[in-house]
T-cell receptor
Framework: NAGVTQTPKFRVLKTGQSMTLLCAQD?????MYWYRQDPGMGLRLIHY???????AKGKVPDGYNVSRLKKQNFLLGLESAAPSQTSVYFC????????????FGDGTRLSIL | QKEVEQDPGPLSVPEGAIVSLNCTYS??????FMWYRQYSRKGPELLMY????GNKEDGRFTAQVDKSSKYISLFIRDSQPSDSATYLC???????????FGSGTRLQVQP
């Protein structure tokens, strides 16, 4: 059972380039999330989805777009990367019941030069 | 003001010590409170969760929530070198089922 898988694990981009981060979960979870983790800031919610075909903004959505075309996949896109988006990105999923934990992937380390 | 405040540490203790990790929060809407453990270059994993105020014990770990003072604590008894990690507290926004995290406390347990 793979749980939550994120690809790629590492990436270096130049300012202005675009890319897509992929998150896949095999637990049939309804809810999926994208967070970014920066030193001293903890994890901050970028976007989330409460089911296939739905997306919503989190606390720091600017500069990112997301899509949830299939229940098991949640994509995070950077249309024009900026150095301020250098971070570690984590995807998580859960059933949506309040007493159920969010399961996290191992992150994508993204550097933008 | 951050919704969840946490001392970043690092906190260094000898093996066998009792560790106390603490957070404060400002969002009164939080009903569930979680502690996640994060090893270096890994994703966070749930350690414990508590609903509303009260205590919850699981082996060497005890989680405490005091909603009147908006204070969250995690106690680790008989700490082990394998407990060395970053500990993240979080409050759950039940509307979005989304977590608001503290910045994390780095713990080092010395053998």
């Amino acid at each position: 059972n793979a749980g939550v898988t994120q690809t790629p694990k590492f990436r270096v981009l130049k300012t202005g380039q675009s890319m897509t981060l992929l998150c896949a979960q095999d637990m049939n979870h309804e809810y999926m999330y994208w967070y970014r983790q920066d030193p001293g800031m903890g994890l901050r919610l970028i976007h989330y989805s409460v089911g296939e075909g739905t997306t919503a903004k989190g606390k720091v959505p600017d500069g990112y777009n997301v899509s949830r075309l299939k229940k098991q996949n949640f994509l995070l896109g950077l249309e024009s990367a900026a150095p301020s988006q250098t971070s570690v990105y984590f995807c998580a999923s859960t059933t949506g019941n309040s007493n159920q934990p969010q399961h996290f992937g191992d992150g994508t380390r993204l550097s933008i030069l | 003001q951050k919704e969840v405040e946490q001392d970043p540490g690092p906190l260094s203790v000898p093996e066998g010590a009792i560790v106390s990790l603490n957070c404060t929060y400002s969002n009164s809407a939080f009903q569930y409170f979680m502690w996640y453990r994060q090893y270096s270059r890994k994703g966070p994993e749930l350690l414990m969760y508590t609903y509303s105020s009260g205590n919850k014990e699981d082996g060497r770990f005890t989680a405490q929530v005091d909603k009147s003072s908006k204070y969250i604590s995690l106690f680790i008894r008989d700490s082990q070198p394998s407990d060395s990690a970053t500990y993240l507290c979080a409050g759950l926004d039940t509307g979005r089922r989304a977590l608001t995290f503290g910045s994390g406390t780095r713990l080092q347990v010395q053998p």
